[in-house]
């Protein structure tokens, strides 16, 4: 039996190593340079398919070079071909639109002669016929005018009679109702010249506690009634269930009896009685230079329209300082700096502030009144000019249209 050796190196082989074995083996030393020539094979492949499709975009691009350069060469000479027809057809258009001028312009002077002729004769005619319907229109206006001033006349007379009728009808009427609220206001005079002082507050008494009442429905307003010690009325300010103050109400109603320093007195003494800093005087009478507002020894004086919206201010103050948790010394030192303002000048220009708005305002109210009675009156004015107006133009009319006119200048227009 010859003796086996490698292919590869040519050594000998162990004669117990089988042929499956050996191919097994030269299969597994095969693989690596097969996969080194595989890869050699393919870097080879992509550099000359590289190569290859910069090769073909040179061609390409060189290709399209001279396609472009013939392209642009074709376009220039059909530039030059159309500029040239372009050139000929403009001419010849010129040449023809001329021609047409000529010919338009040549019918047209004989049109314009034909048809001034025409014309003439027509002026001619309508210059008869216009002296006669002349004469026959003004005729016929003269009539029709005179028929409408008398019409426009007679309506603007009924018109102003009818106008006059109703104002005088509005004047008996103003004139009955002045009287009628006169007499009230004269026995409502009467009747409150003979009411005693002691009715006078009862009844400012009874206003001032029904508006605190409405106004803050949630606080106790108390009434403390004639004949008992103390003021006229004390409000409980409540915040929830919480009692966190007092505000005292001293109501004099005395704008007959005037003004008396006592009321500062007495007010003061209320402060303490009361256990509260916050006590203003309702009054309808001031000191002297005072009206709507004051401050007194520190007690505010307020008129009655305007003493709910000073409570308001005294009570959003009452309820925030019980809201602030603070000790006794604490909360008698916040009360005493909101007092202070309150009966400071700041607050008293700007609270004085509101009360000339509301007089402002009822003067305005006043004034109105005023404006509407003496509406009435350049109402009738207006009526008059507009009569008036209407006789000026109807007279302005009737001169226009009796006036003769030149013929030629009318056949013209």
Same mark, same amino acid.
Request: aromatic share 4%; net charge positive.
């Given at each position: 039996?010859?003796?086996?050796?490698?292919?590869?190196?040519?050594?000998?082989?162990?004669?117990?190593?089988?042929?499956?074995?050996?191919?097994?083996?030269?299969?597994?030393?095969?693989?690596?340079?097969?996969?080194?020539?595989?890869?050699?094979?393919?870097?080879?492949?992509?550099?000359?398919?590289?190569?290859?499709?910069?090769?073909?975009?040179?061609?390409?691009?060189?290709?399209?070079?001279?396609?472009?350069?013939?392209?642009?060469?074709?376009?220039?000479?059909?530039?030059?071909?159309?500029?040239?027809?372009?050139?000929?057809?403009?001419?010849?258009?010129?040449?023809?639109?001329?021609?047409?001028?000529?010919?338009?312009?040549?019918?047209?002077?004989?049109?314009?002669?034909?048809?001034?002729?025409?014309?003439?004769?027509?002026?001619?005619?309508?210059?008869?016929?216009?002296?006669?319907?002349?004469?026959?229109?003004?005729?016929?206006?003269?009539?029709?005018?005179?028929?409408?001033?008398?019409?426009?006349?007679?309506?603007?007379?009924?018109?102003?009679?009818?106008?006059?009728?109703?104002?005088?009808?509005?004047?008996?009427?103003?004139?009955?109702?002045?009287?009628? +609220?006169?007499?009230?206001?004269?026995?409502?005079?009467?009747? +409150?010249?003979?009411?005693?002082?002691?009715?006078?507050?009862?009844?400012?008494?009874?206003?001032?506690?029904?508006? +605190?009442?409405?106004?803050?429905?949630?606080?106790?307003?108390?009434?403390?009634?004639?004949?008992?010690?103390?003021?006229?009325?004390?409000?409980?300010?409540?915040?929830?269930?919480?009692?966190?103050?007092?505000?005292?109400?001293?109501?004099?109603?005395?704008?007959?009896?005037?003004?008396?320093?006592?009321?500062?007195?007495?007010?003061?003494?209320?402060?303490?009685?009361?256990?509260?800093?916050?006590?203003?005087?309702?009054?309808?009478?001031?000191?002297?230079?005072?009206?709507?507002?004051?401050?007194?020894?520190?007690?505010?004086?307020?008129?009655?329209?305007?003493?709910?919206?000073?409570?308001?201010?005294?009570?959003?103050?009452?309820?925030?300082?019980?809201?602030?948790?603070?000790?006794?010394?604490?909360?008698?030192?916040?009360?005493?700096?909101?007092?202070?303002?309150?009966?400071?000048?700041?607050?008293?220009?700007?609270?004085?502030?509101?009360?000339?708005?509301?007089?402002?305002?009822?003067?305005?109210?006043?004034?109105?009144?005023?404006?509407?009675?003496?509406?009435?009156?350049?109402?009738?004015?207006?009526?008059?000019?507009?009569?008036?107006?209407?006789?000026?133009?109807?007279?302005?009319?009737?001169?226009?249209?009796?006036?003769?006119?030149?013929?030629?200048?009318?056949?013209?227009?």
């Amino acid at each position: 039996m010859a003796e086996r050796r490698c292919p590869v190196c040519s050594q000998p082989l162990p004669t117990a190593l089988t042929q499956i074995q050996i191919n097994s083996k030269l299969q597994e030393l095969a693989i690596p340079a097969l996969a080194e020539e595989r890869k050699r094979l393919q870097e080879e492949f992509k550099n000359q398919l590289a190569t290859a499709r910069e090769t073909a975009k040179q061609h390409a691009e060189r290709a399209l070079r001279v396609e472009i350069q013939q392209a642009r060469k074709r376009a220039e000479i059909a530039e030059k071909q159309r500029a040239s027809q372009a050139a000929e057809f403009e001419r010849k258009v010129r040449s023809e639109r001329e021609k047409g001028r000529r010919e338009a312009q040549s019918e047209l002077s004989a049109r314009i002669k034909a048809a001034s002729k025409r014309a003439d004769v027509a002026e001619a005619e309508a210059a008869k016929k216009i002296e006669r319907s002349e004469k026959q229109t003004e005729q016929r206006l003269r009539k029709e005018m005179a028929h409408a001033v008398r019409m426009t006349t007679r309506e603007n007379e009924l018109k102003l009679d009818k106008l006059q009728t109703e104002r005088e009808k509005e004047r008996l009427r103003h004139e009955a109702e002045s009287a009628r +609220l006169q007499g009230q206001l004269d026995n409502l005079s009467r009747k +409150l010249e003979k009411q005693s002082g002691e009715r006078l507050g009862e009844e400012g008494e009874l206003d001032l506690f029904a508006e +605190l009442s409405r106004a803050f429905p949630k606080d106790r307003i108390e009434r403390i009634g004639r004949g008992k010690r103390g003021a006229d009325i004390v409000q409980h300010v409540m915040d929830g269930a919480n009692n966190v103050g007092r505000i005292v109400y001293e109501n004099k109603n005395v704008k007959v009896t005037g003004w008396s320093s006592a009321f500062i007195k007495q007010a003061g003494k209320y402060r303490a009685q009361y256990e509260t800093p916050y006590v203003m005087i309702v009054s309808r009478a001031f000191p002297k230079k005072e009206k709507d507002f004051c401050i007194e020894r520190e007690i505010p004086v307020v008129r009655p329209r305007m003493a709910v919206a000073l409570a308001s201010v005294m009570r959003d103050g009452i309820v925030v300082i019980g809201r602030l948790r603070l000790t006794g010394t604490g909360r008698d030192q916040k009360a005493h700096d909101l007092l202070q303002y309150l009966v400071s000048d700041k607050f008293a220009t700007r609270f004085k502030g509101i009360a000339d708005s509301v007089e402002g305002l009822r003067e305005h109210q006043r004034k109105e009144r005023n404006w509407h009675e003496n509406l009435w009156e350049t109402q009738a004015d207006l009526h008059d000019r507009i009569d008036k107006s209407h006789r000026e133009i109807g007279a302005q009319l009737g001169t226009i249209l009796t006036t003769r006119r030149p013929v030629a200048m009318a056949v013209r227009a």
